[in-house]
């Protein structure tokens, strides 16, 4: 049994009815998102909402407050960010067991937001690149004033560490040991680099594809599911077109823009590639997680198969060859 074969549409419309007390209209329409599960939803009254089921295990209810908590200072600083609907009580996460005919339980942790559209915001001019700088200054001003104890620290000792060890079991026999003894050699190799950093609250996969235009508002962040705690820079590198060294004017305009609100740490931009090198091993384990989910392999094909990890290993070598001679 995966984490959400007990996730059906009327469970979701039930628990979001008890929870917030709305009369919501009866259809659901779900949201691609792989990690969790997403569905738009109506009340009666016309208004729409957003509501999140996250994937049992992977989050704690307390990773998942901060997250939330993390939205509200956000929202408190006039951040331009979508913050979870209390109930009547003020609590923004809520819980609902699901049970099926043989007695087998399963705890679903859900949120529900107001929704929020807008345009993909792509970046060309130069203010474009500047206003994205401006609003991760912000964020990261507001990130440095809370702590967040129990969400993961992007740290190659730590989070990657963690990624190897929940891979290698799952490494085809022929390529593990020469899968595991790269990876552990390339994390030694690029440990020390990280050291000695500022790390504070950060989004952690601030791609173009989480940050919205919306017409006469402006920029809109969403989506702090993988909220960390890390360096800067990780929220910064994943907005570049390419590699660094193909992007110098783009970056340079980011940390314009940042500097307008904060200093920047300048010495962490070595780390780009070694974070990409992180993202790539953070990537598959993130699909390990759901490889049992009722689809997975329709949208995966191949998927842990002996050509699987050899195209994964090349990817690898090829990052340490091209991008970590800064390190």
Known sequence: MSGFDLLTPELVLQAVTQAWGFSLESSLSPFPSYINRVYGLRDDDGREYVTKFYRPGRWSYEAILEEHRFLEDCREAELPVVVPV????????QDVIAVDDEGNEEEYLFALFPKRGGRNFDAEGEEEWLRLGRLLGRLHQVA????????LVLHPQETTMSHIRELSDLVHPDLRVEFE???????????????????HRIHGDCHRGNILDRPGEGLLLIDFDDMAVGPAVQDLW??????????SRELNLLVEGYEEFLSFPRRSLDLIEA???????????????QRKDA??????????????????????KDQVRLGLSAV
């Open 144 to 151: 440095g004033e809370r702590e967040a104890e129990h969400r």
């Open 275 to 289: 974070l990409r090198f992180m993202r790539i091993l953070h990537y598959s384990a993130w699909c390990t997680r």
């Open 295 to 316: 689809g997975f392999f329709k949208h995966f094909p191949g998927w842990g198969s002996k050509a699987y990890w050899t195209k994964e290993l090349e990817d690898l």
């Open 181 to 199: 003894d790269f990876c552990l050699e390339a994390v030694e190799r690029i440990s020390p680099a990280f050291e000695g950093l500022d790390y």
């Open 86 to 93: 209390p109930d009547e009580e003020g609590y923004t996460l």
């Open 238 to 247: 994943l907005l570049l077109p390419g590699r660094r060294d193909e992007c």
